[in-house]
């Protein structure tokens, strides 16, 4: 019988960074910064409210590669605690219950297509996009009961029946 201490295992490395730049412009970067920002604000008086943004979230423990970064996220029932990053299995399962992702020409097809359906796969219950080049700015992805996603455009913000926090959309010139 093979007798394997804890120190032969090797500990697997679950990275804070990928070197690549937070936002494609500073616009992109400033409104992702303020979202984060005035969602802290609204939930600062509660401690079971973790807002973040752009940092990885891990949802498969011993894969690395399972990773994924939104803009901004918001996890209900969760610690307000300083991370590094937000691994599921650390946290009891659980997932965000929003996502906002800023959409830009170089990330639309990834936020449309692949974070869209991760999102959905892992069980995110509202998916917000915000994007320059739509006509209405915004669209959401809100999860039904049982698994079903319906689109929408508007010019507010929906009012989001997760947080109650809603945005408008304003536009200058």
Not at 88 to 104: I, Q
Not at 106 to 119: A, P, W
Not at 132 to 143: E, F, L, W
Not at 148 to 160: G, H, L
Request: net charge neutral.
């Amino acid at each position: 019988m093979q007798n394997l201490s804890s120190s032969s295992f090797t500990e697997i490395a679950y990275p804070d960074s990928d070197s690549l730049p937070m936002a494609e412009s500073d616009s992109a970067r400033d409104y992702l910064i303020y979202a984060v920002e005035a969602l802290e604000i609204y939930f600062q008086t509660n401690p079971q409210v973790y807002v973040s943004g752009n940092l990885f979230i891990y949802y498969e423990q011993g894969n690395p590669k399972a990773v994924v970064a939104p803009d901004v996220f918001v996890v209900l029932g969760v610690a307000k605690q300083k991370r590094r990053v937000y691994k599921l299995w650390e946290e009891n399962n659980k997932v965000p219950d929003f996502v906002l992702e800023v959409t830009s020409k170089s990330t639309v097809s990834e936020d449309q297509g692949i974070k869209k359906g991760l999102y959905a796969f892992l069980g995110v219950r509202e998916y917000f996009q915000l994007s320059r080049s739509s006509p209405k700015g915004i669209s959401s992805y809100r999860r039904q009961l049982p698994a079903d996603a319906c689109d929408y455009f508007a010019q507010w913000f929906p009012r989001s029946p997760l947080t109650n926090f809603g945005v408008r959309v304003a536009r200058t010139r």
